[in-house]
């Protein structure tokens, strides 16, 4: 079965949102559940059909909520249960559907389960998780975690290590033990039942794990290699299969599978519709092409529009015929995308625009993350004291503290990838804390929100919100700009990434200047047609202007439609 099968969640904009910092509606300085509801109205006008909320269960908040201690309660923080059934009848009431956050890989240490399996040896809960004697008096393996420093933490009571890939307050749950599946599809129908469209799994390609073997001997090859012990593992096929055939197959649901170091070839096995396992995942590929290879996501180096190109081309023609994409620039893991490929300075709105329109008219279910609609930046802090996010403080520590790196070096990486650059407050209006609380702000908020903010951006018609709100009920209107091929053209022009999609005898041309310099586009000679008429342009056009020779602007985006 190919993805020509026509399905809702194929055609829907999803719009992720960080509750803790969206809305605060009662001055405690954090985001909450009644302050999403507050907003719908917001997000109906911009023409969203799918809400992916990060998680408000009860947590210690760690990692920001992605360490959970009950899955079927919400975080006082965030509001209560009550105000959750509200915010669900209140999208669907408006034709939304509610993507809830499936985090699986791991649990909180403060979960009622890893308190049982920690108190003995024998507890019926130990085998939930990964526990490994030590290893000639050290660690079981020299596996690394996720956020720096070893994946094993020595329990006392026990004298065992226990296994997190991330924090060390975040163990790993073992998928092998059949108990702890059943534990978990229960909790996923708990959800479902309460009437929720979905589920965005974190690292859900992390689950199946390499057997661990006590020997450093045996891991001398691929010492710090996460890719080779954490991802894709041999049954994770086999989990998501499972997983699928006892809850998920019951639901008309949409599913998005979180999945670091995914290739093509693997992404098709999880989203080909015949294997029954997700709709489509989350890769990152494109989101470490602005990195030196080989190097952490600190260790930057210019993007390359023509690895760019390379990259997302592929992903587009491999997953063609069986599976489909996710097309995303932000998220609540990643810089603002107009700070990071675009131009957040003299050319912030058109190159917000721009890129816009190069992702939305792919193929693939677009995901915008808050504030990306109003083109919010990264935030520059002065001080890592301002910094949350507990990545860019272990790294702080790591490189400046205890390496002893330049501290202004080690700022400007924090500055240009920290993931608190998404986790700043949204930006609503001129207000004091831009409208987002009465109170003090969990984080501070970005400087900047006098002059971009969602009210400017309700009043202007020319705003990015405006532009993004066309794009959308183009999407909505257009079946070609969902279901149509892709075709990348001039592979090799340095400055333009221009494409067609095509569908019967539709055809549309997409035209992007990925610089804030003028850009000559030649039409290519095999590309015939009769007529062109504009969709889309973040510059005036005249539309008179033949297409076979257009001067763009910088950052200047055009989409047409082609009779043939």
């Known amino acids: 079965m190919s993805n020509k099968q026509?399905?809702?969640?194929?055609?829907?904009?999803?719009?992720?949102?960080?509750?803790?910092?969206?809305?605060?509606?009662?001055?405690?300085?954090?985001?909450?559940?009644?302050?999403?509801?507050?907003?719908?109205?917001?997000?109906?006008?911009?023409?969203?059909?799918?809400?992916?909320?990060?998680?408000?269960?009860?947590?210690?908040?760690?990692?920001?909520?992605?360490d959970i201690s009950d899955y079927e309660a919400i975080l006082d923080d965030f509001g209560t249960m009550t105000d959750w059934d509200e915010l669900l009848n209140h999208m669907h009431s408006r034709g939304m559907r509610l993507v809830m956050d499936l985090v699986v890989n791991h649990t909180s240490d403060e979960h009622t389960w890893f308190a049982e399996a920690r108190k003995s040896k024998d507890n019926p809960h130990r085998d939930y998780y990964i526990w490994r004697p030590p290893f000639d008096g050290k660690e079981p393996t020299d596996w690394v975690a996720s956020f720096g420093g070893s994946a094993w933490e020595l329990d006392e009571e026990t004298g065992d290590y226990y296994l997190h890939m991330f924090s060390k307050k975040q163990p790993d749950l073992n998928w092998e033990n059949p108990e702890l599946r059943d534990s978990i599809y229960k909790m996923m129908k708990f959800w479902l039942d309460k009437g929720i469209d979905g589920f965005r799994m974190d690292v859900i390609n992390m689950i199946s794990k390499k057997e661990v073997l006590s020997s450093y001997e045996d891991y001398e090859n691929q010492r710090a290699k996460l890719k080779d012990y954490a991802f894709n593992g041999e049954r994770v096929h086999d989990f998501l299969q499972e997983m699928n055939k006892e809850v998920l197959s019951d639901y008309d649901i949409m599913t998005v599978g979180e999945c670091p170091k995914v290739t093509p070839h693997e992404a098709k096995l999880y989203t080909d519709e015949a294997r029954k396992e997700l709709n489509m995942v989350f890769q990152f590929e494109h989101m470490g092409l602005d990195k030196i290879k080989g190097k952490s996501k600190w260790d930057l180096k210019p993007l390359s529009l023509l690895d760019l190109k390379e990259n997302l081309s592929k992903w587009q023609k491999e997953l063609e015929n069986t599976g489909w994409n996710s097309l995303y620039w932000n998220n609540h893991d990643q810089p603002r995308v107009v700070s990071r490929f675009g131009n957040d300075k003299e050319y912030r709105v058109e190159s917000a625009k721009m890129l816009a329109t190069l992702l939305h008219m792919m193929k693939g279910t677009p995901y915008i993350y808050q504030g990306e609609e109003i083109g919010m930046t990264n935030v520059k802090f002065n001080q890592i004291e301002e910094y949350k996010d507990i990545e860019t403080l272990n790294m702080?520590?790591?490189?400046?503290?205890?390496?002893?790196?330049?501290?202004?070096?080690?700022?400007?990486?924090?500055?240009?990838?920290?993931?608190?650059?998404?986790?700043?407050?949204?930006?609503?209006?001129n207000s004091k804390n831009a409208g987002f609380t009465e109170g003090n702000p969990w984080i501070s908020v970005n400087p900047n929100y006098p002059e971009i903010n969602v009210e400017h951006s309700l009043q202007d018609p020319d705003s990015i919100f405006h532009y993004y709100k066309k794009l959308i009920d183009l999407r909505h209107t257009h079946k070609i700009i969902v279901y149509g091929g892709y075709d990348l053209l001039l592979e090799n022009h340095p400055a333009i990434f221009a494409y067609t999609r095509t569908l019967g005898n539709e055809r549309l041309l997409i035209v992007n200047n990925f610089y804030a310099v003028e850009a000559e586009f030649l039409l290519p000679e095999n590309l015939p047609y009769k007529a062109a008429e504009l969709f889309i342009a973040n510059y005036p056009v005249d539309e008179s202007e033949p297409i076979s020779r257009i001067m763009l602007k910088p950052y200047e985006s055009r989409v047409y439609k082609l009779t043939l």
């Open 396 to 429: 702080y520590k790591e490189r400046v503290l205890e390496q002893g790196r330049d501290q202004m070096e080690i700022m400007d990486a924090i500055h240009k990838k920290s993931r608190d650059n998404a986790r700043t407050p949204m930006q609503w209006n």
């Open 6 to 66: 026509e399905q809702w969640w194929k055609e829907s904009v999803v719009y992720q949102i960080y509750p803790k910092s969206y809305y605060d509606s009662n001055g405690d300085g954090i985001g909450d559940i009644k302050g999403i509801i507050a907003k719908l109205d917001y997000l109906q006008e911009l023409g969203i059909d799918v809400i992916w909320l990060s998680p408000v269960y009860q947590s210690p908040n760690d990692d920001n909520g992605y």
